[in-house]
């Protein structure tokens, strides 16, 4: 038997009032930011395309692949200082990956961010409903706050590429507002 086989765990010794419940939504919750960290990259590389060259939108998009590969380690992180065990979900093929719009390619990241709150308060829930103040606290704390702000930022930004128009106005959007 190998020392990867997932399929046989072993009770960590440093579990402590954390609910099965809980740890498969942390598991999903890492799904869920590993997703978008794949579609981020997938959106980052079609703006940096020589046939589309809009680097503010590609610099964007890099960002935000990072910021969630980043909410993923802390997850994992969060999961193994629980006495949780990983388990991956496979990560599906983005469907945003070589829009043309770039309005679109934003209302994809909102619609994204939008889930991804939706996950969070999932699991705030779920840590409430299982008395666990650790996971609720770290959930608000280094979470949903952030989460907020994101959505109101890609809500900001579909509002102003919905006033420009196609081409020179994306130009003008991409250096004015995501290259600062």
Known sequence: ?????????????????????????????????????????????????????????????????????????????????????????????????????CLASMEAALALERLTNSSLLKLQAMASDCADPHLSDFVEDEFLHEQVEKIKQLGDYCTQLRLVAEGLGEYLFDKETLSE
């Open 1 to 101: 038997q190998s020392t990867w086989d997932t399929t046989v765990m072993s009770e960590s010794q440093c579990r402590q009032n954390y609910d099965k419940r809980c740890e498969d939504l942390v598991n999903k919750q890492i799904g869920v930011h590993l997703t978008a960290e794949y579609t981020y990259i997938a959106l980052g590389t079609y703006y940096d395309q020589d046939d589309v060259a809009l680097q503010g939108f590609s610099k964007y998009f890099h960002e935000m692949a990072s910021r969630d590969r980043g909410r993923a380690q802390q997850w994992i992180k969060f999961q193994n200082q629980r006495g949780g065990r990983l388990i991956f979900s496979t990560i599906p093929q983005p469907k945003t990956a070589g829009t043309s719009e």
